[in-house]
């Protein structure tokens, strides 16, 4: 996480100014995997409303700021082999 940069991305890849978030399906409100608790509907629709809100806000800001931005949903982080994963953020 990069606590200076707006909206705190995930990763940054300096060398071509991008800015990488991994969005939580629930969170972000996936449109493939999310579903609306059955319970403190109203909270949970705010609380979701006001993330994506927030997401298109810093999306648009970076953009301003001469970024690439790049989300990526926690299904499709799911869907790679870990061994990929570890080869690509060099974890051995």
Excluded: Q
Excluded at 17 to 30: E, P, R, S, V
Excluded at 31 to 42: E, V
Excluded at 56 to 68: P, S
């Amino acid at each position: 996480m990069h606590p200076n940069i707006e909206g705190k991305p995930d990763i940054i890849l300096k060398d071509s100014n991008t800015a990488i978030f991994l969005d939580g399906c629930f969170w972000h409100k996936c449109p493939k995997c999310f579903k609306m608790p059955r319970t403190r509907t109203d909270f949970w629709k705010n609380k979701i409303t006001k993330n994506i809100t927030n997401d298109k806000k810093t999306t648009n800001r970076l953009r301003k700021n001469g970024y690439r931005v790049v989300r990526v949903w926690e299904h499709e982080i799911k869907k790679i082999e870990k061994s990929d994963l570890l080869r690509v953020f060099r974890i051995v």
